[in-house]
């Protein structure tokens, strides 16, 4: 399946934002921080746009994901990634986290990659150790309430350059 990465644009956050029903499903996704219903006017503010690298997902031109990425910990740290309701349960979480790991490693020059992520989210962890991520104390204390702190090496995310001809850092 051949995917599209763009920077974000409003109306992709718009419809990420659709994907979450309920305040416990938006805050598990984007942080305590956030309020549901999230207030459209301050998106840029409440998402951290202006320290975040934000992509959207696309196939066949619809919006399947949702990713971040950002400087943390002299890692490459990627946060508040989502695969659409409708696209779950077929692996594209993988892509979109090869996306932004390679993207984000060329463009910061580290090697590592790092997230957070609930401890109760059972799916999420188990693909994230499926793609070679690792639990390691927090990098500050004290660490997040129920959160795990993973992280991988670059190359122990898979051989596939989802950047085709572009920039990797492996």
């Known amino acids: 399946m051949a995917f599209q990465f763009d920077l974000v644009a409003r109306i992709d956050l718009e419809t990420v934002l659709a994907w979450f029903q309920s305040e416990a499903e938006l805050r598990s996704w984007g942080g305590p921080q956030l309020q549901f219903p999230m207030d459209l006017n301050n998106l840029d503010t409440d998402l951290d746009l202006a320290h975040w690298s934000s992509y959207a997902m696309k196939h066949a031109g619809t919006l399947v994901g949702f990713g971040q990425y950002c400087d943390r910990f002299s890692r490459c740290h990627l946060g508040r990634l989502a695969i659409a309701p409708s696209a779950r349960g077929r692996g594209l979480i993988a ?3 090869r996306f932004l790991a390679q993207t984000g490693c060329a463009e ?8 957070y992520v609930l401890e109760n989210n059972d799916q999420a962890v188990r693909a994230y150790r499926k793609l070679g991520f690792q639990e390691r104390p927090f990098p500050e204390l004290p660490g997040l309430a129920n959160c795990l702190y993973m992280i991988s090496r670059l190359q122990a995310l898979g051989s596939e350059n989802v950047l085709g001809n572009g920039p990797s850092c492996s």
Do not use: A, K
């Not at 910061?108 to 997230?115: A, E």
């Open 108 to 115: 910061l020059g580290y090697l590592d990659v790092s997230l």
């Open 95 to 97: 892509d979109l986290i």
